[in-house]
């Protein structure tokens, strides 16, 4: 398996696999409800056979080259993650999405292992489109929209129910060109 470095801090991006679901499970019982008050992760690994589940879904999503799921790790401890949700390869986007446990928050490390995914899906893979979809109350997770130079395209109003609340869903992007001058500037 492979690991890269997100800094000096000792902080690594990894693959996120099905044989790790423990592993899984203990960093979302960590940060249950600190994850779970924007995005339905949480909820999607109650157990140890739905944090299985959930990691066998990005497995064959990854197999069929349709998403990808990442840890990132921080003194050997599982803290958060970064994936691409959806992958078209054929139409040239990508919607990447992220989340953290509160142990790491504050530290750059979401921010840093987007900008490695998000250049892996433009310069590797040739996407043209990488999204961000995030609550319109996530501020933090616009903040790293903003961070990674992506441009808010607008607002899908009541677009969901979210435990219970019809929730604002914010559209963001970063085209191929514009995350490329971004690079060199």
Request: hydrophobic letters at 45%.
């Amino acid at each position: 398996m492979f690991a890269i470095s997100l800094g000096d801090d000792g902080a690594e991006l990894r693959p996120l696999e099905p044989w790790q679901a423990e592993e899984f499970l203990a960093h979302m019982d960590r940060g249950r409800e600190f994850i779970g008050e924007h995005i339905p992760l949480a909820d999607a690994a109650r157990d140890l056979d739905s944090a299985r589940a959930f990691l066998r879904g990005y497995a064959e999503k990854t197999a069929q080259d349709a998403g990808r799921i990442y840890g990132i790790w921080t003194d050997g401890t599982l803290v958060g993650g970064v994936l691409f949700r959806t992958m078209d390869v054929v139409a040239g986007t990508a919607e990447a999405g992220c989340w953290l446990e509160p142990s790491a928050v504050g530290r750059g490390l979401i921010t840093r292992a987007c900008r490695v995914i998000i250049d892996w899906a433009v310069e590797t893979r040739g996407l043209h489109r990488v999204e961000w979809r995030v609550s319109s109350k996530n501020l933090p997770s616009i903040a790293v929209a903003r961070r990674l130079g992506m441009t808010r395209e607008g607002v899908l109003r009541a677009h969901h129910p979210y435990r219970g609340t019809r929730t604002d869903l914010e559209v963001w992007s970063v085209l191929a060109p514009e995350w490329r001058a971004a690079k060199t500037a």
